[in-house]
């Protein structure tokens, strides 16, 4: 069975600062990881994905994300947060054909 | 290139009613999603679509839960009777092809139900 953990319910920062949103993840095979971002009163904004090879992954609005086999692990990061980064993230796993599975999502939070 | 559509965005009954959810997936796209998510936690799936034909409804209350999509465009969710448990953000996603796991699903911005 494939399961997602997002280990932090919430995280703060300062805006400028560098953030981490942190997911590991259990499959029995290959793991096709997602991260999205949810806006009060908004639907999921697909951020990135790792499907294979380089193992850092660029995505939207200055997001990455590192894709670590050994560690299970797909963090979410940002250089230089924003105060607009504040919202839920949600990290999802999906493996052959199976449902995407999500995490319960980790609130940020950016002070100005 | 507008994105899934959904409605209404808002919808407040009292248990034992019926409610309806529409959704309108990005034009093309063949694969349709319905996730339910509860307040604090990620979504789950309950239905998908290849077409019109069903993919997975394993997790599908299907004493109370049903949804179709004749035509393989448009889809609706339904819920009859309604229990307060139900009360949830009810998200519908697509995505261009067969529903590989690779694929990035899009989603709307979903209907917010609240059962009294």
């Known amino acids: 069975a494939q399961s997602v953990a997002q280990p932090e319910d919430q995280v703060n920062v300062a805006e400028g600062n560098p953030l981490t949103v942190k997911c590991t993840y259990s499959v029995s095979g290959n793991p096709y990881l997602f991260w999205y971002v949810q806006y009060p009163n908004r639907g999921l904004q697909f951020l990135l994905k790792y499907i294979t090879g380089d193992n850092l992954v660029k995505g939207s609005y200055g997001f990455e994300a590192e894709f670590n086999k050994s560690q299970t692990s797909f963090h979410l990061k940002k250089p230089s947060a924003l105060v607009s980064d504040s919202a839920l993230y949600f990290c999802?796993?999906?493996?052959?054909?199976?449902?995407?599975?999500f995490g319960a999502g980790t609130t940020v939070t950016v002070r100005a | 290139e507008a994105g899934v559509a959904q409605s209404p965005r808002y919808k407040i009954i009292e248990k034992r009613q019926s409610v309806a959810f529409w959704c309108n997936p990005i034009s093309g796209h063949a694969t349709l999603y319905w996730y339910q998510q509860i307040l604090g936690q990620g979504p789950k799936l309950l239905i998908q679509?290849?077409?019109?034909?069903?993919?997975?409804d394993s997790q599908l209350p299907k004493d109370r839960f049903s949804a179709e999509r004749l035509k393989g465009v448009d889809s609706t969710l339904k819920i009859q009777p309604a229990k307060l448990e139900d009360s949830a953000v009810y998200l519908c996603?697509?995505?261009?092809?067969?529903?590989?796991?690779?694929?990035?699903?899009?989603f709307g911005p979903g209907t917010r139900l609240l059962v009294l």
């Open positions: 996603a697509s995505n261009p092809t067969s529903g590989r796991p690779q694929e990035t699903q899009y």
């Open positions: 679509f290849q077409n019109n034909g069903v993919v997975d």
């Open positions: 999802a796993v999906r493996e052959r054909d199976y449902k995407l599975s």
